[in-house]
């Protein structure tokens, strides 16, 4: 694929290079048009990805809570249900336990 005459081909950047400019211009050590020089791209697609990359961090922002989230209704009975079977299996290695014992006898014991 060519380019029209008069323009440059595109040039595909890759999550970490996009981050990497990012950071670097949000910390002040480079600016837009230093950034779209040193990728090779337009200084719109620079101002796209500081765009982009801060309505993502305000949008991860706003999702996050503090403190643990909040369990369904689904997960807090799947819980209850596994907390029941492990109380009923560990009665059950109790059992085994005694039965064992009972049947080798005490000379184990000392």
Known sequence: MTAPPGRRPRKMLTAEQKYDLWVRMLTGQITQAEAA????????????????????????????????????????????????????????????AVELAVLRGKTGWG
């Not at 961090?57 to 029941?84: D, N, V």
Request: aromatic letters at 0%.
């Open 37 to 96: 020089a040193e990728a090779g791209v337009d200084r719109s697609v620079v101002s796209r990805l500081r765009a982009v990359a801060r309505d993502g961090a305000i949008a991860a922002l706003g999702a996050s809570k503090p403190g643990r989230p909040r369990r369904t209704r689904a997960e807090a009975s799947e819980a209850a249900a596994l907390r029941a079977e492990v109380e009923r299996l560990g009665r059950t290695v109790v059992e085994q």
